[in-house]
């Protein structure tokens, strides 16, 4: 699937990027390691603070709970005993969203690849790279990266991130499905999945590539 | 010749579960049994009472209730009505229940936590995409009438009381119920994931208890209402012609079960994975958690809804320890949901 990212678009946080995925629009920063507050602070390891700020007004529980899903997923891929006793701090803002509020598949996606480039320019350890997509079943008929419509007249709706080695989807980091569906459908849907993730994975590397050779300008 | 003599350093199991749950965890898994005493594959045994009397006769806002126990861990979960007007067309198909989950820790009040509102968030969505509740069964039937008479005030309902019934005012607004759940959880000691399936299972248990009441509106609309006067600090009362939805709580038999959409046997069950601890490849894994050990301890979960007619409603998957989440483990654990759907909690 097409997306368009640009990297360091905002000059006080250490990493940020700006992600258009479907026609969802995201800007993510990464502050990090910093000075934890006391009560955040973890002897052995960096702890995680997770802001998601919707496209339109407050954040809700709605927002809450997209967060908790996000440090689930993060805590996880951020080496985080690298960092003992600091904090990486992730905002994640909404520019454009195209969803029910009742659906958070989308966003949910678009905040997951947009952390992932996020992450990489503020040069936070990794185990390894991730990828994720969403997908819905409607009549079963199987529909990748579905817009805000396809997703509320679906059955059933997923989220799948993948962790990434050597170009390869390895194995799933995270997988939120909502709605009605039997197992087949649930197990054939990982399996095109995967081949989903490796090629946005390679959509990744190449704008990876770019920002590089952007930053030595020496080359 | 002196030397440091030190002593080794020996912890309470308590005390070890606290300071060093992954250790604890290690040590039972590797003995065979869990920190709770459970088998790897033993879910905690659940006690419902639903509607229970007491709760609804003494508040006659109460229209359906259930109380869940799980070991120590009680939830109570009551339901409410609101009322809306519909606008324009409403283009969703289902509606949901607006919870508010509180977890009762012995202190006062307070904003609500970030585990209150993951929970609240969490069932509201489910419920949602579960489809479990056509929004036609909360459309609210046809309004009553009502009329003060001698010997008191009388109801009429257009389709109840045809012959009797004199429409006087056309009433034409239509109106939805909304489903308010508040959920208080005593003495907490399961894991978050597992209080998120025994709030599950009290809200699917008290929906399909819940039974609506009808609507009237007083035929003689003469409400007084306090305004304040730009003239005087002195609140005045003044009548106003404003019609007022009334809930008829004094007839029960006029009371009638919600149609809902919800499939025998749709549960929610939870698993942690865990590596082995005498075999490093190998995971293990563990159904409903509970405790300290396995709540800090175990990071990679997942949280499945089934039903009886073996589709799947929910499924919440994180791969975050070092216990990895295989597709076969996956497989199992669906394996497991269904059997539990088919087999019932009790």
């Known amino acids: 699937m097409a997306f368009q990212v640009q990297m360091s678009v905002l000059d006080n946080s250490d990493g940020s990027a700006e992600l258009i995925i479907g026609n969802t629009k995201v800007i993510a920063s990464v502050s990090g390691p910093i000075e934890p507050k006391q009560r955040q602070e973890l002897p052995n390891q960096a702890s995680l603070e997770i802001i998601i700020r919707p496209a339109k007004g407050l954040s809700t529980t709605r927002e809450k709970l997209l967060e908790d899903k996000l440090r689930a997923l993060l805590q996880s891929i951020i080496i985080r005993y690298k960092y003992p006793r600091q904090l990486i701090s992730i905002v994640v803002q909404f520019l454009v969203t195209d969803e029910d509020p009742k659906f958070t598949a989308n966003e949910l996606n678009a905040a997951i690849n947009c952390c992932y480039f996020a992450l990489i320019d503020a040069d936070i350890a990794l185990y390894s790279s991730f990828a994720s997509v969403v997908s819905c079943i409607t009549e079963n008929k199987l529909i990748q990266n579905p817009t805000g419509k396809e997703l509320s007249q679906s059955d059933s709706h997923h989220v799948v991130c993948f962790n990434i080695q050597e170009g390869k989807a390895d194995k799933i980091l995270l997988l939120e499905s909502q709605g009605e569906f039997v197992q087949e459908e649930l197990f054939n849907l990982l399996s095109e999945s995967v081949s989903n993730a490796e090629e946005l994975h390679t959509l990744q590397r190449k704008y990876l590539k770019e920002k590089i050779d952007q930053d030595y300008i020496w080359k | ?346």
């Open chain 2, 1 to 346: 010749m002196s030397s440091a003599d030190l002593k080794q350093v020996s912890f309470p199991p308590d005390v070890l579960a606290r300071i060093a749950p992954d250790v604890s965890l290690e040590r039972h898994l590797s003995l065979g049994i869990r920190p709770n005493l459970r088998n790897f594959t033993e879910f905690n045994s659940i006690d419902i009472k639903s509607n229970n009397q007491q709760l609804q006769e003494n508040y006659n806002n109460i229209f359906a209730s259930s109380i869940v126990k799980s070991g120590p861990t009680t939830i109570i979960n009551t339901l409410t009505l609101g009322v809306v007007e519909n606008y324009g067309q409403d283009k969703d198909k289902y509606g949901t229940v607006y919870p508010v989950v509180e977890i009762l820790r012995g202190r006062m009040g307070g904003a609500p936590t970030d585990e209150e509102m993951i929970l609240g968030q969490d069932l509201y969505e489910t419920i949602y995409h579960s489809k479990l509740i056509p929004n036609e069964s909360l459309q609210v039937k046809p309004i009553g009438l009502g009329i003060k008479e001698e010997d008191g005030e009388t109801i009429y309902y257009p389709d109840l009381q045809e012959a009797d019934y004199i429409p006087q005012s056309e009433h034409e607004k239509s109106y939805s119920f909304v489903i308010l759940s508040s959920i208080k959880v005593y003495s907490k000691h399961t894991s978050t994931n597992s209080l998120f399936d025994l709030c599950y299972l009290s809200c699917v248990d008290a929906l399909q208890k819940l039974k609506l009441p009808r609507l009237y509106i007083m035929d003689s609309i003469q409400t007084k209402v306090s305004v304040k006067s730009k003239k005087s600090t002195t609140r005045g009362l003044i009548s106003t012609n404003k019609a007022e939805l009334n809930i008829d709580t004094a007839n029960k038999q006029h009371y009638y079960s919600i149609e809902l959409n919800i499939k025998e046997g749709s549960i929610s069950s939870n698993y942690g994975i865990v590596k082995s601890p005498d075999n490093n490849d190998e995971s293990i894994l563990l159904t409903d958690l509970q405790g300290q050990e396995e709540e800090s301890a175990i990071l990679s979960r997942m949280s499945i809804i089934t039903n009886k007619t073996g589709s799947i409603n929910r499924i919440s998957l994180i791969n975050g320890g070092d216990g990895d989440i295989s597709l076969e483990l996956l497989r199992d654990a669906i394996e497991i949901s269904k059997r539990r759907s088919k087999e019932g909690v009790m």
